[in-house]
């Protein structure tokens, strides 16, 4: 059993918590995710992680409420236990395997939406350990909305608030902002975008046109974690990835956005399951057994 240590509400349906887990702690790398199950018979939930403390051997993790397997997660309070807490899983941030000098002389920003702030924030929190300053961009539809400020803000080189409808920070989407700054002046070898797959989408868009390498973490689409069900099955480039035994994280511009989020709306009924199937074949990957 795993300990909740602390468990807080962040904002309207979104949770924190931090987890006596010292084995996960002990090894895990910004980018890497956990599988977590409230019981033996429950739902797993990968959940990429936010924080880690290897001298007091807790994970922080942020979550938001989908689904009734996060709902009953959001309900356990402090004292509580998890059944399963599993990890670090996926491959670390690339950053975590370039020689410092190099990545010193790189100009990096981030850019997080929603609930994608959780995951880039160990990354950003350990280029600053590291000697590296990064931007950072965080939108959200509104101010209410807005998730670990005071956090990133002490982590950051320079941090951008963006909210959707003007209510704080700067107005408009993190497009706008990345916009804006390029026109300023301001030059990047190098940006991170985690967030909905919309988003995601969008700011690939945008800096393929400006000429800047991009990564994205494809978290949001995985289910069971481990390779097994083929949910988080995406193209990139013209390779066959899947985000949990592959990634998360992918070379945006080569990540084929469309496909992802129309299979990702097939994939939820049984008759989706069938077609995707039918039209991927050996490729498919439906270890679930729940494409038959």
Sequence with gaps: MYQILKAEEL???????????PRVAKSCLPGQFVIVRTKEDSERIPLTICDYDRKNGTI??????????????SELK????FHDFVGPLGCPSE???????ELKKKSILFVAGGVGTAPVYPQVKWLKENGVLADVIVGAKT?????????MEAEAGNLYITTDDGSYGRSGMV?????DLVAEGKHYDVCVAIGPMIMMKFVCKLTKELNIPTVVSLNPIMVDGTGMCGACRVTVGDKVKFACVDGPEFDGHLVNFDEAMK????YKTAEGRAFLAAKEGATHHGGCGNCN
């Design 60 to 73: 922080t993790i942020v979550f938001q409420i989908v689904g009734a397997g996060t709902q009953f997660m």
């Design 78 to 81: 402090a004292g509580d236990t």
């Design 263 to 266: 299979r990702q709306t097939l």
């Design 11 to 21: 904002t309207t349906n979104i949770y924190l918590m931090v987890v006596k887990a």
């Design 95 to 101: 950053f975590c395997n370039e020689p410092l000098d």
């Design 175 to 179: 497009t706008k902002t990345i916009e």
């Design 143 to 151: 101010k209410d909305l807005l998730i670990l400020e005071k956090e």
